[in-house]
């Protein structure tokens, strides 16, 4: 049988790139596109939990290193959240400005949700997989940074930064499911 932890590699990367494709067919505003992309996103960084988890189940400094990128993927999945409900309370582009500026205005949620929060989960997962190279390939750290980076560059870029982590992780999630890869029962 599939485990979410394993399942997780492949579906999370996927999920976010159904968030950046949802995101560049509609438009930034209220509606249903705005809603689904959002829970695109957010199930796509629940999902990213077992593969921190995942990766960061071995000695050494990997377990904090995960704990500190949950800490990072709470901050994400809490912006998706808010995205949810200020798309749902909103009635146009304005109105959302209005209510992003109402809840940026708390001390410490700018910095602490959508800035060094999000940030550090892109920072340990490229670190886990730095210290997981022997089971995902040289390449997974590469892949990870490149797709980071093209998010940092544009949000337009989020399904190429979907690909980037899908090549980065996908195989493993794979490889742990396949039965006739890994010789374990089924």
Request: proline share 5%; aromatic share 8%.
């Amino acid at each position: 049988m599939v485990k979410v932890r394993d399942m997780a590699f492949v579906a999370a990367p996927l999920l976010l790139g159904g968030y950046g494709m949802v995101r560049l067919l509609t438009d930034h505003g209220p509606g249903v596109g705005w809603t689904v992309s959002h829970l695109l996103f957010l199930a796509g960084f629940v999902l990213f939990v077992p593969v921190l988890l995942t990766l960061g189940d071995r000695r050494g400094t990997a377990p904090v290193i995960a704990a500190v990128g949950l800490l990072g993927a709470a901050a994400a999945v809490a912006q998706a959240v808010i995205d949810i409900v200020v798309g749902l309370l909103a009635h146009d582009r304005a109105g959302m400005d209005v209510l992003y500026d109402q809840i940026q205005s708390v001390p410490a949620l700018l910095p602490g949700v959508y800035v060094v929060g999000t940030a550090l989960f892109y920072v340990c997962l490229i670190a886990l997989a730095v210290l997981n190279r022997c089971e995902l390939g040289w390449w997974s750290p590469v892949l990870l940074a490149i797709g980071t980076a093209l998010t940092v560059c544009s949000l337009d870029l989020i399904p190429l930064t979907a690909v980037c982590f899908l090549l980065a992780l996908g195989p493993y999630g794979v490889r742990r499911t396949d039965h006739r890869l890994t010789g374990a029962a089924p």
